[in-house]
């Protein structure tokens, strides 16, 4: 029996690690690719992305319900030649950072809109309209995964 328990504490611990490498789906030069419309033209990167995101969240337990409201505000987000939209897009991270707070199954969508978020500020407004449709994406694939 001594070696029954060893297994099963070696597999826990093989799935708390994959599970650690799964939280870190993007990065900043995968976030700064899927943004810039002339390395990923296609949008295969964003949308390949976007659905390992939105199964990943699925699998965490995330509900639309606890996003909602972080999407409805990127979808208001409007490029301006000021710079304003960047106010509400650090805003937003804010939000997500609050909402993750209060539900822990949000730790891989805050890490990964973090790097998004700090990668789209350094853009304009193709960035910005490629991080709009990578969080419709996400959502997308989430429900089609079977989120609710």
Do not use: C, W
């Not at 500020?121 to 994406?137: S, T």
């Amino acid at each position: 029996m001594p070696s029954n328990n060893f297994n099963n504490q070696s597999r826990e611990r093989q799935q708390n690690n994959n599970s650690n490498n799964q939280t870190d789906i993007l990065n900043a030069q995968i976030a700064a690719k899927l943004l810039d419309s002339k390395q990923d033209a296609d949008g295969n990167l964003l949308f390949e992305m976007a659905e390992k995101v939105g199964r990943k969240i699925k699998d965490d337990g995330v509900t639309v319900s606890q996003i909602r409201k972080i999407y409805s505000e990127v979808k208001k987000l409007e490029y301006d030649e000021k710079g304003d939209y960047k106010y509400n897009l650090r805003l937003i991270k804010a939000q997500i950072g609050y909402t993750a707070g209060r539900f822990s199954k949000l730790k891989t969508f805050k890490n990964v809109f973090d790097v998004l978020i700090a990668e789209t500020l350094k853009g304009q407004k193709n960035e910005l309209k490629r991080f709009k449709d990578f969080f419709e994406a996400v959502i997308a694939y989430h429900r089609a995964f079977g989120g609710n």
